[in-house]
């Protein structure tokens, strides 16, 4: 099933053994693993640093039934969850914008190809995402711009040639 799985996503396969999590949390921007939720849980309890260096997680049960990302969802574990369920698996997503169909920060940010400067406004913003429509302003400079703590702000992260 693991090799099924991998062979999809494009993955490579690693075989559990003791700190395993801890061995590969660094090395991997996302992990998928097929096991219980539980153990999943209390072996990456103890690495969990923030949502803007941990890898994406996600949980898949052995019998390729559901697909569960832990951590991650806005930056990963949620696109690879879809893309698990093309072979059939059912994604379980609990991550509230998407569960109502809106954008996030996070997926503005990926979709317009922006660096989210002030990561501890997306929390206030995407709460803001669940119930109304936010502008997203494009401001060209040379400028000067100074925003609350409840607005987000994108930047490329190399100016185009």
């Given at each position: ?6 062979d ?24 998928v ?10 072996e ?46 059912i ?27 002030n ?5 206030d ?21 100074i925003?609350?703590?409840?607005v987000?702000v994108?930047?490329k ?5």
């Open positions: 099933m693991a090799n099924k799985l991998a999809h996503i494009e993955a490579d396969v690693i075989i559990y053994k003791k700190d395993i999590f801890k061995d590969i949390f660094e090395e991997y921007q996302a992990i693993a097929v096991f219980a939720t539980g153990i999943v849980v209390r990456i309890a103890p690495l969990i640093v923030d949502k803007w260096e941990d890898p994406a997680i996600v949980v898949v049960d052995s019998n390729l039934n559901f697909a569960i990302p832990l951590l991650g969802g806005h930056h990963g574990a949620n696109d690879l969850v879809r893309k698990i369920s093309e072979i059939g698996v994604p379980v997503i609990t991550t509230a914008t998407e569960v109502h169909n809106r954008n996030s920060v996070e997926g503005i940010a990926a979709k317009l190809g922006y660096d989210i400067v990561k501890e406004s997306t929390r913003v995407n709460c803001a995402l669940l119930d109304q429509d936010v502008e997203v302003l494009e401001i060209k400079g040379p400028k000067i711009v925003v609350d703590n409840d987000s994108l930047k992260e190399k100016a185009e040639h």
